[in-house]
T-cell receptor, first 114, second 114 residues
Framework: AQTVTQSQPEMSVQEAETVTLSCTYD???????LFWYKQPPSRQMILVIR??????QNATENRFSVNFQKAAKSFSLKISDSQLGDTAMYFC???????????FGAGTRLTVKP | DAGVIQSPRHEVTEMGQEVTLRCKPI?????LFWYRQTMMRGLELLIY????????DSGMPEDRFSAKMPNASFSTLKIQPSEPRDSAVYFC????????????FGPGTRLTVT
């Protein structure tokens, strides 16, 4: 079974600074997908970024980027120029294609301070 | 695009009552997922459908829970009889499938069973 571990229950960062959230996973699969979701206080789950395991290039979406280390089974999220609206729970998720079984980590609560 | 629609947004009911949660996936998406989120257990996949057919219901807690998808645009999750431990936020999500596996979540239904 796949497991997803987020070792940082809580983090904080000053507005405009950069923060990195960690995620590791355990799998014997070679083809899979990884995601970061954001859950603000409104509780809406919002897709932040996705990464296909077969792609070596790290995904980037505006201020959000990932550091995907396949051999180390690590998938960290970097948020640049942090904004107050980035305050939320962030969930790392793993999914095998076809099977569609998405597994989530326990989440990291990020607070951006003014 | 309306996104995934869930109703009701909040539900308060008494123990023993039947509860029905509803979901309308994004038009054109062929996979639908039901999740439960609690503080203790995080996000758990309950069941998912592909092309209206239940594929994996191993996450359904017990026989009190049932889910249906009578057509491509509607799904229900029913709890009968409800118990206080069923109190949680229930999310519905949908995905296009094939090479677009990211899931898009609805706003969730906060269920409180007293």
């Amino acid at each position: 079974a796949q497991t997803v571990t987020q070792s940082q229950p809580e983090m904080s960062v000053q507005e405009a600074e950069t923060v990195t959230l960690s995620c590791t996973y355990d799998t014997s699969e070679s083809n899979y997908y990884l995601f970061w979701y954001k859950q603000p206080p409104s509780r809406q789950m919002i897709l932040v970024i996705r990464q296909e395991a077969y792609k070596q290039q790290n995904a980037t979406e505006n201020r959000f980027s990932v550091n995907f280390q396949k051999a180390a089974k690590s998938f960290s999220l970097k948020i640049s120029d942090s904004q107050l609206g980035d305050t939320a729970m962030y969930f790392c998720a793993f999914m095998k294609p076809i099977v569609n079984d998405m597994r989530f980590g326990a989440g990291t609560r990020l607070t951006v301070k003014p | 695009d309306a996104g995934v629609i869930q109703s009701p947004r909040h539900e308060v009911t008494e123990m023993g009552q039947e509860v029905t949660l509803r979901c309308k996936p994004i038009s054109g998406h062929n996979s639908l997922f039901w999740y439960r989120q609690t503080m203790m257990r995080g996000l758990e996949l309950l069941i998912y459908f592909n092309n209206n057919v239940p594929i994996d219901d191993s996450g359904m807690p017990e026989d009190r829970f049932s889910a249906k998808m009578p057509n491509a645009s509607f799904s229900t999750l029913k709890i009968q009889p409800s118990e206080p431990r069923d109190s949680a936020v229930y999310f519905c999500a949908s995905s296009l499938g094939r090479e677009a596996y990211e899931q898009y979540f609805g706003p969730g239904t906060r269920l409180t069973v007293t």
